[in-house]
């Protein structure tokens, strides 16, 4: 058989199996039961909340580590057995002082407050060595209303100018003035955390204000400032290994 022959032969036999499996209607291509087969679904838009972590930064220094504090003493001593000696004349210059020219001396103020001592987590006034972070109970995005939970402050996007824009918004209810109380870091999300049916981002904010008083507490059942190391006493472990990395 020529070449050409076989050719013809196996467009023929082509020809028989499209039309057995009904992609051919008498010449016309592929039938409409077949395009409406290719035809892609419509996609639902994928919704998007922004969240806030307020921080209030800390108000004294941490204790010194218990290696930096050995490394001080060490560098004392080691500066005192090699220092520059002065006569006692020099040194003893400090008793030629007047009367009047007496030291203040000054007593600092304790660092372990009332609310450490009652555990008060409502309160700014607790943990002056650490960072602590403004939480909600209530209904957060996604959930029934029958299953609050602990979250941070969150507003769905509904087409603010942007992502920030719509996380200052989820302040206003609670926040009498956003602008002077609290401090957006930059424009983008400082985290990102995509769940089932819709994506979270977080928005870095810092406290300007001692107090904060909040609005409306009645939009959540209760609200806490905590640290780092307390968040996974309000979320699960999952979620709170995440956020913990991100607060670092």
């Given at each position: 058989?020529?070449?050409?022959?076989?050719?013809?032969?196996?467009?023929?036999s082509l020809w028989r199996r499209l039309a057995a499996g009904g992609l051919l209607q008498y010449g016309?291509?592929?039938?409409?039961?077949?395009?409406?087969?290719?035809?892609?679904?419509?996609?639902?838009?994928?919704?998007?909340?922004?969240?806030?972590?307020?921080?209030?930064?800390?108000?004294?220094?941490?204790?010194?580590?218990?290696?930096?504090?050995?490394?001080?003493?060490?560098?004392?001593?080691?500066?005192?057995?090699?220092?520059?000696?002065?006569?006692?004349?020099?040194?003893?210059?400090?008793?030629?002082?007047?009367?009047?020219?007496?030291?203040?001396?000054?007593?600092?103020?304790?660092?372990?407050?009332?609310?450490?001592?009652?555990?008060?987590?409502?309160?700014?006034?607790?943990?002056?060595?650490?960072?602590?972070?403004?939480?909600?109970?209530?209904?957060?995005?996604?959930?029934?209303?029958?299953?609050?939970?602990?979250?941070?402050?969150?507003?769905?996007?509904?087409?603010?100018?942007?992502?920030?824009?719509?996380?200052?918004?989820?302040?206003?209810?609670?926040?009498?003035?956003?602008?002077?109380?609290?401090?957006?870091?930059?424009?983008?999300?400082?985290?990102?955390?995509?769940?089932?049916?819709?994506?979270?981002?977080?928005?870095?904010?810092?406290?300007?204000?001692?107090?904060?008083?909040?609005?409306?507490?009645?939009?959540?059942?209760?609200?806490?400032?905590?640290?780092?190391?307390?968040?996974?006493?309000?979320?699960?472990?999952?979620?709170?290994?995440?956020?913990?990395?991100?607060?670092?």
């Amino acid at each position: 058989m020529g070449v050409g022959k076989q050719m013809s032969h196996l467009g023929f036999s082509l020809w028989r199996r499209l039309a057995a499996g009904g992609l051919l209607q008498y010449g016309k291509g592929i039938s409409k039961g077949a395009t409406r087969g290719l035809s892609s679904p419509a996609v639902e838009e994928e919704k998007i909340v922004a969240a806030v972590v307020v921080e209030r930064l800390p108000v004294v220094l941490p204790p010194v580590p218990p290696a930096v504090s050995a490394f001080k003493s060490f560098s004392f001593e080691w500066q005192q057995q090699y220092r520059r000696h002065y006569p006692q004349e020099f040194l003893d210059a400090s008793s030629n002082r007047g009367e009047d020219d007496e030291i203040g001396v000054y007593e600092p103020a304790p660092t372990v407050t009332e609310a450490d001592q009652t555990n008060d987590r409502r309160s700014l006034q607790r943990a002056y060595e650490k960072r602590l972070y403004l939480i909600v109970r209530g209904v957060p995005f996604g959930k029934k209303r029958g299953e609050p939970a602990w979250h941070f402050p969150e507003k769905e996007y509904a087409k603010e100018p942007s992502l920030r824009q719509c996380a200052e918004l989820a302040l206003g209810p609670i926040v009498e003035d956003v602008p002077k109380s609290v401090y957006f870091v930059g424009n983008a999300p400082c985290g990102y955390l995509p769940l089932e049916s819709f994506k979270r981002f977080f928005f870095k904010s810092q406290l300007l204000v001692n107090e904060l008083p909040l609005d409306d507490v009645r939009k959540y059942k209760d609200y806490a400032w905590v640290s780092k190391d307390e968040i996974p006493d309000y979320f699960q472990p999952a979620e709170a290994e995440y956020l913990k990395k991100m607060l670092q």
